[in-house]
């Protein structure tokens, strides 16, 4: 597609319920990073991926997080057994090189926690 | 992250006046900077970008200023427009120089208000 595509653009779910989100990057891009950001807040970084590989899972905020990236391409972030200090916009964001050039931001997922 | 726990500042601007939004970045080996557009319900969208071996770049309707001495970036929207009204972030980076783990390192954010 044109731009990033983020899936669901919105979810609502019940403590303890695993999530999945997901995101289609802009075709031909390496680099892959998934931020978080709370209402009324700034962005805080997750994880990025190189191709496949992400280097440093150190901003993920627990081990209920994980993420992963197919063919270098689509990427799913999970959240598992969820509470709701989970509650937040995910984004998704890619470009052309990893390194810090432009970001292209999807929409994001609003996940609910209730 | 620092953006992470506190409340967005926020600047109200008159329609029509011109708006300056702040930002200090943190790290001096930083040489490329970009200033993003947030509206309500939407992804960061590209607004404005500089290099570290610049001091002034300029846009329709928008201006990025970089003083490294004092590692400040201000963002500059002249005329402001209703369509104005959005939270506005800036980012740093070590693209040039080998870039940094984890891409870009984005500031708070500003909430600019334009008022009718």
């Known amino acids: 597609g044109a731009g990033v595509s983020q899936s669901p653009s919105n979810k609502v779910t019940e403590k303890g319920k695993d999530v999945e989100l997901r995101c289609d990057p802009i075709?031909?891009?390496?680099?892959l990073y998934w931020y978080r950001q709370s209402l009324g807040q700034g962005l805080e970084f997750l994880i990025y991926?190189?191709?496949?590989?992400?280097p440093d899972k150190s901003g993920l905020p627990s081990d209920r997080f994980s993420a992963e990236r197919t063919g270098g391409s689509v990427s799913t972030l999970t959240i598992q057994r969820t509470q709701q200090e989970d509650s937040a916009v995910y984004l998704c964001?890619?470009?052309?090189?990893w390194g810090g050039g432009e970001l292209f931001f999807g929409e994001g997922s609003r996940l609910t926690v209730l | 992250g620092e953006s992470v726990g506190l409340h967005l500042p926020t600047l109200s601007v008159q329609e029509g006046d011109n708006s300056i939004i702040n930002c200090a970045y943190s790290?001096?080996?930083?040489?490329?900077f970009i200033w993003y557009k947030q509206e309500s319900g939407k992804g960061p969208q590209f607004i404005i970008d500089?290099?570290?071996?610049?001091d002034k770049r300029q846009g329709q309707r928008v201006t990025v200023l970089l003083n490294k001495t004092v590692k400040h970036l201000s963002l500059q929207i002249a005329a402001t427009q209703p369509g104005d009204s959005a939270v506005y972030f800036c980012?740093?980076?070590?693209?040039?120089?080998?870039?940094?783990?984890?891409?870009?390192?984005f500031g708070k954010g500003t909430h600019l208000i334009i008022q009718p």
């Open positions: 991926f190189q191709g496949n590989s992400a």
């Open positions: 790290n001096s080996a930083s040489d490329y």
């Open positions: 075709s031909g891009h390496t680099a």
């Open positions: 964001a890619s470009s052309l090189e």
């Open positions: 980012a740093e980076s070590n693209l040039f120089s080998g870039g940094g783990a984890d891409g870009l390192t």
């Open positions: 500089i290099r570290s071996n610049m």
